[in-house]
């Protein structure tokens, strides 16, 4: 059984400085691994997807990065900003049952100006 | 682009009630639908999915049930609702490929008192 885990589960930075998030998970059977941020109370929105047969993407301030065969993935956050404050989720789309994400229990950030 | 509609957005409803949840999807056509549910310190827990009209696949063993009536349609229900059944629901979307992002909608906050 797949099992997705974030670490840490919370994190607190000053404003500027560079941050990664990380998430493991058990199974390297994936089709790709997908990083959300969702802000309090609300949906779920998506950052960055990675192929299986990608090593990392980037969108402006954000790069994820994924090592299949040791079923790692980093989400690195350049110069935070306040407004980077939200719980992060890391999702893996299972080879076997490929309708399902699997997600972790997300990393809550703040960012402190 | 995709854009998913979720109401109501906020719902308190007694222990023993029914309870109907619904969910649409504008921008796109035959997708796949999904209900997750989110409980408070948890991640978020896959309850149905579906590949097309009346047609649910259920994950986990519960008092609450599903239906696809039209194409871009969701709805998540229950006869009588159980303390258990408080959380946050998020309804998503995505082509049915495995190499897809999956996109949320807003979400409904259930409470059962």
């Known amino acids: 059984k797949q099992e997705v885990t974030q670490i840490p589960a919370a994190l607190s930075v000053l404003e500027g400085e560079n941050l990664v998030l990380n998430c493991s998970f058990t199974?390297?059977?994936?089709?790709?691994l997908q990083w959300f941020r969702q802000d309090p109370g609300k949906g779920l929105t998506s950052l960055l997807l990675?192929?299986?047969?990608?090593r990392e993407q980037t969108s402006g301030r954000l790069n994820a990065s994924l090592d299949k065969s040791s079923g790692r993935s980093t989400l690195y956050i350049a110069a935070s900003q306040p407004g980077d404050s939200a719980t992060y989720l890391c999702?893996?789309?299972?080879?076997?049952?490929?309708?399902?994400?699997?997600f972790g229990q997300g990393t809550r950030l703040t960012i402190n100006p | 682009s995709q854009t998913i509609h979720q109401w109501p957005a906020t719902l308190v409803q007694p222990v023993g009630s029914p309870l109907s949840l619904e969910c649409t999807v504008e921008g796109t056509s035959n997708p796949n639908l999904y209900w997750y549910r989110q409980a408070a310190g948890r991640g978020l827990q896959l309850l149905f999915y579906s590949v097309g009209i009346g047609q649910i696949s259920s994950e986990v063993p519960q008092n609450l049930s599903a239906s696809r009536p039209q194409d871009r349609q969701f709805i998540l229900s229950s006869k009588k609702l159980l303390l258990s059944d408080s959380g946050f629901y998020l309804c998503?979307?995505?082509?049915?490929?495995?190499?897809?992002?999956?996109?949320f909608g807003p979400g409904t906050r259930l409470t059962v008192l």
């Open positions: 998503a979307t995505d082509r049915g490929l495995s190499t897809d992002t999956q996109y």
């Open positions: 999702a893996v789309r299972l080879i076997q049952g490929a309708q399902k994400l699997v």
């Open positions: 990675i192929q299986s047969s990608q």
């Open positions: 199974d390297s059977a994936i089709y790709n």
